[in-house]
């Protein structure tokens, strides 16, 4: 079985660790754990992969920005002959606390230009969604700068360990399937 793991944010040194960022942090996370071979430039997104308990893994990096993330979604599940439904997307969530995980099977983007590209790109909802919680620690208007900056000094102490848990989840996702992750990782 293969999934594709799209972890969202946006290319370049000036974003590489800002909130937005959270999804290639997950993705350098799990290519750093299963020793996956180097992240290579492909058509709108780097990519390698790994395998793990029989399963092959997947890990994108759009290349295209996060408002533009369905062309990499698109290309890279006709390119591997992969369903939306074994695809799970890793981004950011200001609608939840720092760290707290949230994995959906489906669903509306919830605001996120991210997902509501993959969403009119790809024509549908039904994809798994790990929601990463980056807080909503900002002034009213600056949302934008909020995410685009780096994690606090206090969040950057348990960020590590935040991350691994997201790298579980996606795990969990392609072992157990939709359901049975949800019952672990959207635990109270």
Not at 48 to 70: A, C, D, Q, R, W
Request: charged share 20%; hydrophobic share 45%; net charge positive.
């Amino acid at each position: 079985m293969k999934f594709l793991v799209l972890c969202l944010g946006n290319i370049g040194p000036e974003y590489a660790d800002t909130r937005h960022n959270i999804g290639f942090m997950v993705a350098d996370y799990l290519a750093a754990k299963f020793d996956a071979p180097r992240f290579e430039i492909g058509r709108h997104a780097f990519t390698t992969e790994f395998k793990h308990k029989g399963h092959t893994y997947v890990l994108v990096k759009p290349t295209t920005y996060m408002n533009l993330s369905g062309k990499a979604a698109a290309h890279w599940l006709a390119t591997l002959k992969i369903t939306a439904e074994n695809m799970v997307v890793v981004t950011d969530d200001l609608a939840l606390p720092f760290g707290k995980l949230r994995l959906k099977g489906q669903g509306s983007a919830g605001g996120h230009n991210g997902l509501k590209d993959i969403q009119a790109t790809l024509g549908t909802d039904v994809y798994a969604r790990l929601r990463f919680g980056v807080d909503a620690n900002f002034p009213k208007g600056r949302q934008v700068d909020y995410v685009l900056n780096p994690f606090s000094a206090d969040e950057l102490i348990e960020l590590p360990t935040r991350i691994e848990k997201a790298g579980e989840a996606v795990l969990a996702f392609g072992a157990l399937g939709i359901e049975r992750a949800m019952n672990i990782v959207n635990v109270k």
